[in-house]
């Protein structure tokens, strides 16, 4: 499968962003998706992950009733909803997709990733 992150930009605390996983491929719905920052400097980290029917979901605990993570598979595409967006979410933002249900946080259990996305919070 092949990711296409999009929906970046630069945005002020406070403010709102979708970003978009787009999906190519009719099996989409075979894959647990999630999402992962990469901060300047920093190593890559979990942000927020969707099982394949998008009945389960998991969240870093910073991000936890500010940001959600929806998925429609008739339109191969993962969302993720920024709200009340702070300066330490600048990163940029990659999706990844893997089949196996299990180690949603590790980045190294992800078979496809996206190209990343910046999102850049500006105080």
């Known amino acids: 499968v092949q990711l296409q992150a999009s929906g970046g930009g630069l945005v002020q605390a406070g403010g709102s962003l979708r970003l978009s996983c787009a999906a190519s491929g009719r099996t989409f719905s075979s894959y647990n998706v999630a999402w992962f920052q990469q901060a300047q400097g920093k190593e890559r980290e979990f942000v927020a992950a969707?099982?394949?029917?998008?009945?389960?979901?998991y969240y870093t605990d910073s991000v936890k009733g500010r940001f959600t993570i929806s998925r429609d598979n008739a339109k191969n595409t993962v969302y993720l909803q920024m709200n009340s967006v702070k300066p330490e979410d600048t990163a940029v933002y990659y999706c990844?997709?893997?089949?196996?249900?299990?180690?949603?946080?590790?980045?190294?259990?992800?078979?496809?990733w996206g190209q990343g996305t910046q999102v850049t919070v500006s105080s």
């Open positions: 969707i099982s394949r029917g998008g009945g389960s979901t």
């Open positions: 990844a997709a893997k089949i196996l249900s299990s180690y949603y946080y590790h980045p190294g259990k992800y078979d496809y």
